[in-house]
């Protein structure tokens, strides 16, 4: 069956074969490419100028490879269209509602999370005196990290998890457009019964969130980095792993 699959991909699919050395290998124009060996786990794929281990997002079942090679496939087609890619970006961000966020307080990594609203190219979240990250976020505001993240049972791996993070800068909010955002929250967060309680205690306060760079992670070789929430066109980050 293995070698049935091989002749079939380098016969009937090369194109298909090039794009995934393009894809993994990061080589721009590879020659003499061609699918060497593959097994439930992924592929490997040879060319002039490298030799590369193509992982399949989900292990190839007993009935062959042809549904991994495939699945695999449609994850990386339109790649190369950077508006594709930040379309995907952003739908992929707009389907949370919270954000997991890392800051420093007296040289301690702090790991928390808010809900959050958007705003333009702005993430605006409220959070309590009370909580650690207030005071790690006021302590340092320029060192600040966001990341959203796929749900394990989503996920065709876990070691490939879709997720995208940035650096971001914090900026506390004057009180005077408190009742404003609180409005917007309550907008955002009809069902929540607990803004009735948040928003009239005088220890939340209203944080904006400005990503400066980030990147976007699709899967295994599949990496673009972003100037706050748009995706650069030289973005694409080649595959940087190498087998062992």
Do not use: W
């Amino acid at each position: 069956m293995k070698q049935r699959a091989l002749d079939h991909m380098n016969k009937d699919h090369l194109d298909i074969v090039i794009e995934f050395c393009k894809k993994f290998s990061g080589v721009a124009e590879p020659t003499n490419v061609k699918m060497t060996d593959i097994n439930e786990d992924g592929m490997e794929i040879t060319c002039d100028q490298a030799k590369t281990f193509v992982p399949f997002l989900s292990k190839a079942g007993g009935d062959g490879f042809r549904e991994s090679i495939i699945e695999l496939y449609m994850s990386i087609k339109g790649d190369a269209n950077s508006s594709s890619v930040q379309g995907g970006m952003m739908k992929f961000i707009n389907s949370f509602k919270t954000v997991v966020i890392s800051s420093i307080l007296d040289g301690r990594a702090v790991s928390s999370y808010s809900p959050f609203i958007k705003e333009n190219d702005e993430f605006y979240i409220c959070i309590s005196s009370v909580a650690n990250h207030y005071h790690s976020i006021k302590q340092n505001p320029d060192k600040i990290s966001l990341l959203f993240i796929q749900d394990e049972k989503d996920a065709k791996s876990l070691f490939a998890r879709v997720r995208v993070s940035f650096e971001a800068k914090a900026e506390f909010m004057s009180d005077s457009v408190r009742d404003e955002f609180m409005a917007k929250f309550e907008s955002a967060f009809a069902n929540e019964s607990a803004l009735a309680f948040i928003k009239d205690t005088k220890d939340f306060y209203i944080v904006k969130l400005t990503p400066t760079k980030g990147r976007y992670v699709k899967g295994f070789g599949a990496a673009y980095d972003t100037v706050g929430l748009q995706v650069v066109d030289s973005g694409r980050v080649n595959n940087p792993h190498t087998k062992k």
